[in-house]
Nanobody, 120 residues
Framework: QVRLVESGGGLVQAGGSLRLSCAAS????????MGWYRQAPGKQRQLVAT???????NYADSVKGRFTISRDNAKNTAYLQMNSLKPEDTAVYSC??????????????WGQGTQVTVSS
């Protein structure tokens, strides 16, 4: 069984910072890419940032220059450093991972999400 567990969410004032973590555990042979997504109330889930095993990154235009995604391959963990937070960044942030499971091949797993609230 594979689990993705996010942590680091919370309440912060506009202009503040938060660092999210996403740790993958279980019977994982390899992780190809990891990503962060967010969903605000009444809105569709949107991509925030992704990172490959080779550290290539991709960001949504709305977070470029403010958010930084990184990963520690040895720990199967991805991070999202969020700076200069705005009220419109308020959402549930979830991580996912494209990972290789022995006997199953490549699958995509999701975490349960962590709430980020930015007050004005």
């Amino acid at each position: 069984q594979v689990r993705l567990v996010e942590s680091g969410g919370g309440l912060v004032q506009a202009g503040g910072s938060l660092r999210l973590s996403c740790a993958a555990s279980g019977s994982i042979a390899s992780i190809r890419s990891m990503g962060w997504y967010r969903q605000a109330p009444g809105k569709q889930r949107q991509l925030v940032a992704t990172i490959t095993s080779g550290a290539s990154t991709n960001y949504a235009d709305s977070v470029k220059g403010r958010f930084t995604i990184s990963r520690d391959n040895a720990k199967n963990t991805a991070y999202l450093q969020m700076n200069s937070l705005k009220p419109e960044d308020t959402a549930v942030y979830s991580c996912n991972a494209d990972l290789y499971r022995v006997g199953m091949g490549w699958v995509t797993n999701w975490g349960q999400g962590t709430q980020v609230t930015v007050s004005s």
